[in-house]
Every structure is written in structure tokens, then in C-alpha cells.
């Protein structure tokens, strides 16, 4: 089994910035992870996914330029670093792991999850 635990959401202003960590535990061996969020009523969203030695990344086009995806296998923690914030961006933020060889964009891809952390940006 794999444990995430995410943390440093909050409550930004439009423009803001915020770093996002996820912390993985357990005995079970992964590769890449990835980010998602959701928001009321919405399909949870795909944002990004880095690969095991963070050689190899993919960002969701809604995001890119602003959101970068980064880990540090040393401390088992991936992070996700969000700026110039946006009111549309108020999502429940999720971290996720897969033991794939590749990046998916699906969330069925991964088989572990976190338990979210929520992210408001006010106009």
C-alpha cells in the first residue's frame, strides 16, 4: 500500500502563489505521480504528472505557464508550485501514484490517492 498526504493549500488572492506538497509513504513501489483537482459538480481535472526521476513531465495545457510539477525522491514528497492564481482555480487539490511505466492523464490511472487538500483563490 502507498500513503499521500497533502498539504499547504489555503486561501490566496487572485495572483497569488501557493506550493502544494504530497508526502508518500508504504511499502508498495511506484513511479509516476500526479496532480488532479475538483471542483463542485466537475469531473475531477488532470493537471500534472512527473515520471519516477522526475526526467519526464506532462502539464495540462489550462495550466501550463503557471503550475509546475516537481519531486524529491530523497524526501519521498512531490510538490506542485502554483502561481498567479485564479478564482476558477478553487478546486479540492489531489496528489495520486501509479506503478505504470507511463503518465497517465486519467485518473484511473492511479490506484493511490490522497485525501485532498482544498485551495480557494478570491477575486
Known amino acids: 500500500q502507498v500513503q499521500l498526504v497533502e498539504s499547504g493549500g489555503g486561501s490566496v488572492q487572485a495572483g497569488g502563489s501557493l506550493r502544494l506538497s504530497c508526502a508518500a509513504s508504504g511499502r508498495a513501489s511506484t513511479t509516476g505521480m500526479g496532480w488532479f483537482r475538483q471542483a463542485p459538480g466537475i469531473e475531477r481535472e488532470f493537471l500534472a504528472a512527473?515520471?519516477?526521476?522526475?526526467?519526464?513531465?506532462n502539464v495540462a495545457n489550462s495550466v501550463k505557464g503557471r503550475f509546475t510539477i516537481s519531486r524529491d525522491n530523497a524526501k519521498n514528497t512531490m510538490y506542485l508550485q502554483m502561481s498567479n492564481l485564479k478564482p476558477e482555480d478553487t478546486a479540492v487539490y489531489y496528489c495520486?501514484?501509479?506503478?505504470?511505466?507511463?503518465?497517465?492523464?486519467?485518473?484511473?490511472?492511479?490506484?493511490?490517492w490522497g485525501q485532498g487538500t482544498q485551495v480557494t483563490v478570491s477575486s
Open positions: 495520486a501514484a501509479t506503478h505504470i511505466g507511463v503518465l497517465p492523464t486519467s485518473p484511473r490511472g492511479y490506484p493511490y
Open positions: 512527473i515520471s519516477l526521476r522526475g526526467t519526464s513531465t
